[in-house]
């Protein structure tokens, strides 16, 4: 009796915490004319999907965007990521916690310091409001994070495994490529997902390196649609349920990897 | 077992990339804010380089700056009132989902979901909410009889909603540390104070909370790190207004840089190093503890 009521509870609690999901939602479904009724309606009765239609007219551009440089941002960074992460846990060479550490002091540095001197140097080199540079600058937020998961899983992969294929005349790339990395794919697809929720998300790089740009991601389509004033709230909230696709997959796909990656480096193992 | 020198070579040879990395696109962007803090830039200067050097002058300018009272103030109440309660009710969760009952597992995975949408679309979903005349929390609020309150554009409450809305973000990030660290506490401690009668509250103040102070410490300056920089949610839901009432340092930073019509990148890149001189300092603090806790 007390687990069902504990349960009831529960329900209560995160329906209680995802209301504002749910409103967003809800908001997206609305009709202009119903959006300022009093009291506000808790369901969109007489819904209409002209918020969802804008999405598809306006916005299909930016959300293309934000794809590739998710995309690009996981490339870049499983690629830098994965082999230091090998380095440091299997190889520790003479310095290794002198980088770690250094690592670690990079995820503290707060986005807009970052953004305001990579505007300096791309204004100078000229690359301002392209793809590649803001794939590069996003990839300052996950790379560092990347070589800490890397590092603390590869610790756990068993010496025997990479001993074995030493014996079998294997070097430490191909060690790294055909043994290390087929047994790290748990690591990284948590690196993946969250570069890629990371980039995706992104608003600040986004607002300071491509603001001007021909292709915008899908942060700096919301933004706009804010900014202008617009007072089409459903196409607003149309949008953002639309960015939120990405996240609501993730969780549904890969919960224990993102229960993994908010966990790693806060709590020892 | 020690590595010889050729092995040393190899596993630098695996971590160059990323050294390399780190200091083109960490180092150097530091620098280069180091260095816009320490000139006159005007936007012809910067375009083309020739700032006159200026020492300490733009830090001397946003510490006599009215807004740097304020902006410091809301940054430590913003911090403060938002990792008491994300601590607070995260621990509570925590503690509540603990007790493993049915649907328990799939109602945390949904308590995940805040924590995940990007900042962008939950700060606009709050700024809709908190609306003053057709948002859903005024309205909720009429219905028990409470007057409206101009969340957003009055001076007042602006500071209040934006740590309402970080809070809300912030706290499936406790909840799931905190979980994790109570499954690491052992249940024959538990078993063992049941068959000594304690109470469930005992247990909590006798075995959990102490038990838990480690993970605690560390979730609290993770948080205090992670807040200190929040930029987006401010900077989305009010700009840091009405009046600079819900500016912090973050906000600051970035319409002294970016948001005005004419850039001021030297003031602005001094706030931001005042910004990482706090970061690195709870950071190093942070360092510490975990190396201590390792040990």
Known sequence: MTRLLRTVAGVVLTAFMLFPVYWMINVSFTRDRDMRADPPHLFPVNGTLEGYRAVLDQQLPYLGTSLLVGLGTVALTVTLAAPAGYALAKLRPVGGGVLSFVLLIAQMIPGIIMAMGFYAIYLNLGVLNSIPGLILADSTIAVPFGVLIFTAFMSGIPEELMQAAVVDGAGRLRTFWSVVLPVSRNSIVTVSLFAFLWAWSDFIFASTLDGGGDHQPITLGIYQYIGNNNQQWNAIMATAVVASVPATILLVLAQRYVAAGVTAGAVKD | ?295
């Open chain 2, 1 to 295: 077992m020690r590595r010889s020198k050729t092995g040393d070579w190899a596993a630098w040879a695996f971590l160059a990339p990323v050294t390399l990395y780190l200091a083109a696109f960490y180092a150097y962007p530091l620098y280069r804010n180091v260095e816009l803090s320490l000139r006159n830039y005007t936007v012809r200067s910067f375009v083309q380089g020739g700032a006159p050097f200026a020492g300490l002058d733009n830090y001397r300018k946003i510490l006599s700056d009215p807004t740097f009272g304020p902006a410091l103030l809301h940054t430590v109440v913003f911090t403060g009132a938002s990792l008491a309660f994300q601590f607070g009710i995260g621990l509570a969760l925590a503690v509540f989902f603990h007790q493993h009952f049915p649907l328990s597992r799939t109602l945390r995975a949904l308590f995940l979901v805040p924590w995940l949408l990007p900042l962008i679309v939950s700060a606009s979903t709050w700024s809709w909410m908190l609306n003053s005349d057709a948002g859903v929390v005024n309205a909720a609020l009429g219905a028990v009889g409470v007057g409206p309150v101009n969340w957003l554009t009055s001076p007042d409450w602006s500071l209040v909603s934006v740590i309402i809305a970080n809070i809300w973000i912030g706290i499936p990030f406790n909840l799931v540390v905190l979980y994790s660290g109570l499954q690491a506490i052992p249940t024959t401690m538990y078993e063992a104070a049941s068959l000594d009668g304690a109470t469930g509250w005992q247990r909590f103040w006798r075995i959990t909370f102490p038990l838990l102070r480690p993970v605690s410490a560390i979730t609290l300056l993770l948080g205090l790190i992670y807040t200190l920089k929040v930029f987006d949610i401010i900077w989305i839901m009010t700009r840091g207004g009405p009046t600079d009432s819900s500016t912090t340092f973050a906000t600051w930073s970035y319409r002294l840089g970016f948001g005005n019509l004419l850039p001021s990148f030297g003031p602005g890149a001094a706030v931001g190093n005042l910004l990482i001189v706090m970061a690195l300092v709870f950071g190093l603090v942070y360092i510490r503890l975990q190396r201590r806790q390792r040990a």
